[in-house]
């Protein structure tokens, strides 16, 4: 029943029109009856390939048989526990989320300032839109730091001051330049750095230096009366799809800088928004030892339209008229799902959890098969938990890298 539904959670359904079929009133029944049955065999399929191929949908996405559903769920009061602990706190950090989204709102202007950013961008290829003009004095401070704190003016100027001074925390480890350097790419509205730079220790006694970078509208590029990450996604688009570019492109700055002082590997380990600045980042870097990404947002379409924790801007997306197919004439440049690495794809990890309800399972399966030779590790938590940077670590240390 209706009045039973969850809040903010919904199943999609995915509905297709096939042609008509026609009929044979010159054949015997029997023979007209087997025409029908195979028109319909045939059209059930193609229309099945149309959805997967416009949706994207993976196996999960399919109905099963109840025999099937049965084999493959085995009853475990454990797992359902832990899958009710992790929606309980995805739901609660969902509603907190869209609390801060409610601070920012739309004017009337912001439809036709959309349809122009997007007509733009339409002309530029993801290369284009992400390169990385060389910072001469980021090349100079990287040379003179020593285990410090790396700033440099951003080739994106915002509105907002302190946004426009890049960071990053730079942890090198014993063997300096001769070591990989891992990039540690931080979630959305992050809590503490202090978690980060445990793991950037843990790293160096594995004989990897860190960077601890601070994504735009974090940490320190908090404009003041704001939240940590508050303006990094809200209902305005064009400031997202913004803040992501800076983001990209100031970390291709600092590959191009280290390569610049003699460092010469490279790897990304991003996490839930992070991980989606590193899933472009694997758009346009090919050299790069490892890319781990923990559950990223890779599909923008759901992120915007169907994600739980953007139910505020999709109210105000819908207010200002600004249609999910302007949207998404965006996707060539702003949603992995969409594109194809340029880096190795055996060298890209994908970590899902298993309860996640913001970046969803079936996205993360369907990324990890479209970009062939990749791995996926799952894990049973939500979206919001540290088990997963964990058995990410493990399992870069099995392989290798």
């Known amino acids: 029943a209706k009045k039973n539904w969850l809040p903010l959670r919904r199943t999609p359904v995915w509905i297709a029109f096939g042609q008509a079929i026609s009929h044979f009133p010159e054949l015997e029944k029997s023979v007209a009856r087997a025409r029908i049955e195979q028109e319909l065999i045939d059209g059930f399929q193609r229309l099945y390939a149309e959805l997967r191929r416009k949706f994207q949908l993976t196996r999960d996405d399919l109905p099963h048989p109840p025999r099937e559903r049965m084999r493959s769920q085995p009853k475990n009061p454990r797992r359902r526990l832990h899958r009710a602990a992790a929606n ?23 439809a036709e300032e959309m349809d122009r950013y997007v007509v733009e961008c339409e002309k530029l290829t993801p290369h284009e839109y992400y390169a990385a003009p060389k910072d001469v004095g980021l090349v100079a401070a990287i040379q003179n730091a020593n285990g410090s704190s790396l700033t440099w ?93 800076q983001g990209v492109i100031e970390v291709r700055q600092l590959i191009g800088a280290l390569r610049d002082n003699g460092y010469s590997e490279f790897g990304i380990l991003g996490t839930s928004y992070g991980g989606w600045i590193g899933a472009l980042l694997a758009m346009v870097e090919r050299d790069l030892r490892f890319v781990a990404l923990m559950c990223p947002i890779v599909n923008v379409e759901h992120a915007i339209w169907q994600n739980p924790g953007t139910a505020f801007m999709r109210r105000e997306l819908r207010r200002a008229k600004i249609a999910p197919e302007l949207v998404a004439r965006h996707f060539h440049l702003s949603s992995p799902l969409h594109n194809e690495p340029a880096c190795d794809p055996a060298r890209v990890l994908f970590v899902s959890g298993d309860f996640d309800l913001i970046a969803r399972p079936a996205d993360i399966d369907a990324i990890q098969q479209k970009w062939r030779g990749s791995e996926l590790l799952r894990v049973p938590q939500g979206h919001f938990g540290y088990r997963v940077m964990r058995e990410t670590v493990m399992r870069l240390k099995e392989r290798g890298f």
């Not at 480890?173 to 978690?195: D, E, N, Q, W, Y």
């Open 88 to 110: 309980a706190v995805d739901f609660a950090m969902c509603v907190s989320m869209n609390l801060v989204q409610s601070r920012h709102r739309l004017n009337g202007r912001s």
């Open 153 to 245: 003016r951003s080739p994106i100027e915002t509105e907002f001051p302190r946004n426009n001074v890049a960071r990053a925390d730079f942890f090198p480890c014993g063997r300096g330049k001769a070591a990989p350097t891992v990039f540690m790419l931080h979630a959305l509205m992050s809590a503490t750095h202090i978690g980060y730079r445990r793991w950037a220790a843990r790293f160096n006694e594995l004989g990897w230096n860190a960077c601890f970078v601070h994504l735009p509208y974090h940490y320190s590029r908090v404009p003041r009366g704001h939240w940590n990450g508050e303006l990094a996604i809200t209902a305005d688009l064009i400031r997202n799809a913004e803040g992501l570019r």
